[in-house]
């Protein structure tokens, strides 16, 4: 049976004809993972001066490295906040296309005091011999991307599923007002896993292609449906987001950020519904806008609420 979250079929209240209501507050019970920004283990306080000389503490992110086996083969080392390991080893080897979809994985280990995370399969996968060690810093500008990504992308066949324009002004909307860590802390990502118009997996990375790779790892985990998805980020639409949503088999991958050329060419090329600049009533799709429904008229969108807005993260 396909994973189906029980919560979706919950009713709300329906908005007046001509009247499309935003929601006042956020509903964590709506995540089924939502920031934790009140983790201790993820940020630390630090003490300063400020622009008028006077003493400063301030919370700022940690980062910490994980190095990532398949089996035997150490595969790459990256730098992350430290959430979620089983899920961002897991989602980083799939998305790499060194796990595909027929591999049997027994176990996913991560051992804390070594900082590693152990994927292992039933049988040795075709990757571990042919691939050396690679290191992805935190740097957003140098995330890894293996050849075999790219290679992989004429197989993919995106779903032609629906998109109404409502739930985009929903979602933007819930996941601004949802506490984080970029709230707390800043130079942080989030990517943010929704169906419809209901924000489901919120994870949170130094890198916003770990944030997205977690999200990858736990849907790999549980089994769950991509073509009803929707992918929000909070960063830049680059080559790289494009190609992971799409091999993920997620049609449409939205942001309050900008694009890449080079991200806008690839989402066309396999037909995926990329949309950013994503604030208040605004928004521009540079391709798929075959899936867009627009049945609210933005001209009903209330605007940003300046004490939850969000900045664009680069």
């Not at 073509?227 to 949503?245: F, H, N, P, Q």
């Not at 997620?250 to 090329?269: K, M, N, Q, Y």
């Amino acid at each position: 049976m396909a994973w189906q979250d029980p919560r979706l079929a919950l009713t709300r209240p329906r908005a007046k004809r001509g009247e499309f209501q935003l929601a006042s507050s956020v509903d964590l019970k709506e995540y089924l993972i939502a920031p934790n920004p009140s983790n201790a283990r993820l940020t630390r306080a630090v003490t300063g001066v400020d622009h008028n000389g006077e003493v400063s503490q301030i919370s700022v992110v940690e980062e910490r490295p994980l190095t990532i086996y398949l089996n035997g083969q150490e595969i790459v080392t990256a730098m992350t906040i430290g959430d979620y390991p089983e899920y961002l080893a897991l989602g980083f080897l799939r998305n790499q296309r060194m796990l595909r979809d027929d591999d049997v994985i027994t176990g996913v280990d991560y051992d804390e005091e070594l900082e590693t995370a152990v994927v292992r399969t039933e049988v040795q996968t075709s990757y571990e011999d042919k691939l050396k060690k690679k290191t992805r810093t935190s740097g957003c500008a140098v995330g890894t991307v293996f050849g075999d990504m790219m290679e992989g992308l004429e197989d993919v066949k995106l779903p032609a599923t629906p998109v109404k324009t409502s739930w985009l002004y929903s979602l933007a909307n819930k996941i601004n007002r949802t506490p984080s860590l970029y709230l707390e802390a800043g130079a942080i990502h989030g990517s943010v896993l929704c169906h419809q118009d209901r924000p489901l997996v919120y994870m949170e990375d130094v890198g916003r292609h770990n944030a997205v790779d977690k999200i990858a790892g736990w849907m790999v985990s549980e089994r769950a449906p991509t073509a009803d998805k929707i992918m929000y980020t909070t960063g830049r639409l680059t080559s790289e987001m494009v190609i992971k949503t799409a091999m993920m088999g997620i049609p449409v991958l939205a942001s309050r950020s900008g694009f890449t050329a080079w991200g806008v060419e690839i989402a066309r090329e396999v037909g995926l519904t990329l949309i950013g600049r994503m604030r208040g009533q605004r928004f521009v799709c540079l391709s798929g806008d075959e899936r867009l429904e627009r049945d609210v008229d933005p001209s009903t969108v209330a605007g940003e609420d300046k004490k939850h807005r969000r900045k664009s993260a680069g």
